[in-house]
C-alpha cells in the first residue's frame, strides 16, 4: 500500500525556518517524481515545489522561489521541503503528493498526481 | 496559466446530475487532472488526461475537454459526493489549481 506521511509542521515565528518531511512507503520512491502542495486555512490548493526523480530537476512557484529548499533521499525514501525566512502568508497545510506519468496515449504521457499524504500543518504567528 | 473554474460554489440534490467547468487561460491539450477534497482530508484523484478515470472511482464521474475547455460531470449524485472539487493543469510549471467548486447538499 502506497503511504506518505508529513512531519515536521508547528508553529513558527515570522522569519524563523522549518523543515518537512515526508516519508514514503509501499513503491519505488526513487521511480517517481514528488510535488509540495499546500493549502492555506479556507483556501484552495497551491503548487509549491516539484523534483525529478534523481533530484535533478526542480521547480518553485514563484511565491517561494528563493526561500524554500526542496531535496529528496531516496536512499531514506524521503522528501523534504527546507522553508527559510517564513512570512504570515505561508500558513498552511503541505501536503507531498507522487507524480506520476503512467499514462501514455497517442504519443503524449499524462501525468497526475495519485497519492497524497494526510498534511502538516505550518502556522506562521508571532 | 491560469485555470478558472464556474461555478465556485453548487447546491444540489442525491440524484442530480452536475456539471462543473474549467477553463485554461491558454491551451493546456489534455493535460488537465480533477481532484475531489472533503473537510480535513487530502485531495484524491478522479480523472487525469481530461477524461481518464482513476482506478476505483465510480463510473457516475466523467470528464471531457481538450485545448481551453474541460468539464466534470458527476451522473447522479451520491451523498458521499458533496465536497470541494479542484481541476489541475499539468502542461506546464508552474502548476496550477482552479480555485475550487464548493458542491452542497440543496
Known amino acids: 500500500e502506497v503511504q506518505l506521511v508529513e512531519s515536521g509542521g508547528g508553529l513558527v515565528q515570522p522569519g524563523g525556518s522549518l523543515r518537512l518531511s515526508c516519508a514514503a512507503s509501499g513503491f519505488t520512491f526513487s521511480s517517481y517524481e514528488m510535488n509540495w502542495v499546500r493549502q492555506a486555512p479556507g483556501k484552495g490548493l497551491e503548487w509549491v515545489s516539484y523534483?525529478?526523480?534523481?533530484?535533478?530537476?526542480?521547480y518553485y512557484a514563484d511565491s517561494v522561489k528563493g526561500r524554500f529548499t526542496i531535496s529528496r533521499d531516496n536512499a531514506k525514501n524521503s522528501l523534504y521541503l527546507q522553508m527559510n525566512s517564513l512570512r504570515a502568508e505561508d500558513t498552511a497545510v503541505y501536503y507531498c503528493?507522487?507524480?506520476?506519468?503512467?499514462?501514455?496515449?497517442?504519443?503524449?504521457?499524462?501525468?497526475?498526481?495519485?497519492?497524497w499524504g494526510q498534511g502538516t500543518l505550518v502556522t506562521v504567528s508571532s | 496559466i491560469q485555470l478558472t473554474q464556474s461555478p465556485s460554489s453548487l447546491s444540489a440534490s442525491v440524484g442530480d446530475r452536475v456539471t462543473i467547468t474549467c477553463r485554461a487561460s491558454q491551451g493546456i491539450s489534455s493535460y488537465l487532472a480533477w481532484y475531489q477534497q472533503k473537510p480535513g482530508k487530502a485531495p484524491k484523484l478522479l480523472i487525469y488526461a481530461a477524461s481518464t478515470l482513476q482506478s476505483g472511482v465510480p463510473s457516475r464521474f466523467s470528464g471531457s475537454g481538450s485545448g481551453t475547455d474541460f468539464t466534470l460531470t458527476i451522473s447522479s449524485l451520491q451523498p458521499e459526493d458533496f465536497a470541494t472539487y479542484y481541476c489541475q493543469q499539468l502542461n506546464s510549471y508552474p502548476r496550477t489549481f482552479g480555485q475550487g467548486t464548493k458542491l452542497e447538499i440543496k
Open positions: 523534483i525529478s526523480s534523481s533530484g535533478s530537476t526542480i
Open positions: 503528493a507522487r507524480d506520476n506519468r503512467g499514462y501514455c496515449s497517442g504519443g503524449s504521457c499524462y501525468r497526475y498526481f495519485d497519492y
